[in-house]
């Protein structure tokens, strides 16, 4: 009773180790490659896959997702004999798990190793300040090498992107002081710009207030003497208008006798004035002579009127 509970143990054991070997789940994104016999056989993709127990065997698994993979830094020459620190990241992707697996012996150092060596190649013919302008044609040139040689290696090459370009620090130095010498060369130039456009606008902000100024006079003027004109010509009419009225009023009944009257009270006045301006009063010899000097006024008037 007990070597057939043993042995129906052991039985259970070998079922379980048959069908553990039998029975082979390949998780998603991802490719076993299957020998059998030592040789290939198939690979194996994701989901439920059965092989034959002792026959065939796993002998490599692979990940299809994109890896990266850190490129370790390394010094560079550039054309004009410069020390550069490069170092960068590689994205890449198996795509032939077959060739991943039997092409190279290990194809992530070989990527690793020829994007070094074509790294220094593609810096070695460009200049110290080309290097840090053309990082997309390095990273492109990079790219395709590999891209070329990792074919037979069921490899695609995606992207390679340099992380740092680190010059020594005498060359820093002097970059920074370049770069300084350049800002102030700038600043200076703009500097000169805006003084100059200064005395421009200011030259001709002058010129057009000497000519608003000259508009403004002459305009001035123009209306001055259009004012001038005015006013003479309104006391002209002014004058005219006077004579005219006096000359009616005159030939007018009793207009004689109020010229008369007239007359006397401007003599008279006359006389009282130049005894109020100084100490000396002039008056004539025969006070009886006032009487013909307003009769001799009267006739200067009389003869206006018959002119008239």
């Not at 069921?154 to 740092?164: N, P, T």
């Not at 006798?257 to 003599?267: F, G, R, S």
């Amino acid at each position: 009773m007990e070597s057939s509970s043993i042995a129906g143990l052991v039985l259970l054991i070998v079922v379980i180790v048959v069908a553990a070997q039998t029975i082979k789940i390949v998780p998603q994104q991802h490719a076993w490659v299957m020998e059998r016999l030592g040789r290939y056989h198939a690979t194996l993709t994701p989901g439920l896959n059965f092989v034959l127990p002792f026959i065939d065997r796993i002998a490599y698994k692979h990940m299809l997702k994109e890896i990266p993979l850190d490129v370790p830094s390394q010094v560079c020459i550039t054309r004009d004999n410069t020390q550069l620190q490069v170092d960068g990241v590689l994205y890449f992707q198996v795509t032939d798990p077959m060739k991943a697996s039997y092409g190279s012996s290990n194809f992530v150092f070989a990527i690793t190793q020829l994007s070094q060596t074509t790294l220094r190649s593609v810096i070695g013919k460009l200049e110290l300040d080309k290097t840090f302008e053309e990082r997309d044609f390095i990273n492109h040139s990079i790219v395709s090498a590999l891209d070329e040689a990792a074919s037979n290696w069921g490899v695609k090459v995606l992207r390679y992107e340099i992380k740092d370009l680190t010059p020594p620090k005498e060359i820093l130095h002097s970059m920074q002081a370049q770069i300084t010498a350049e800002r102030e060369k700038r600043a200076l130039i703009a500097a000169s710009e805006g003084r100059k456009q200064e005395q421009i606008n200011i030259a001709s902000g002058g010129r057009e207030a000497a000519i608003q100024k000259s508009e403004g006079e002459r305009q001035a003027a123009i209306n001055q003497a259009q004012g001038q004109a005015a006013a003479i010509l309104a006391v002209a009419e002014a004058n005219s208008q006077a004579i005219q009225k006096i000359a009616a009023a005159i030939q007018s009944t009793g207009g004689m006798e109020a010229v008369n009257l007239k007359v006397a009270e401007q003599y008279v006045n006359a006389f009282a004035n130049l005894a109020k301006a100084g100490n000396t009063l002039i008056v004539p010899g025969n006070m009886a002579d006032m009487g013909s000097m307003i009769a001799a006024a009267l006739t200067i008037v009389k003869q206006s009127k018959s002119v008239v």
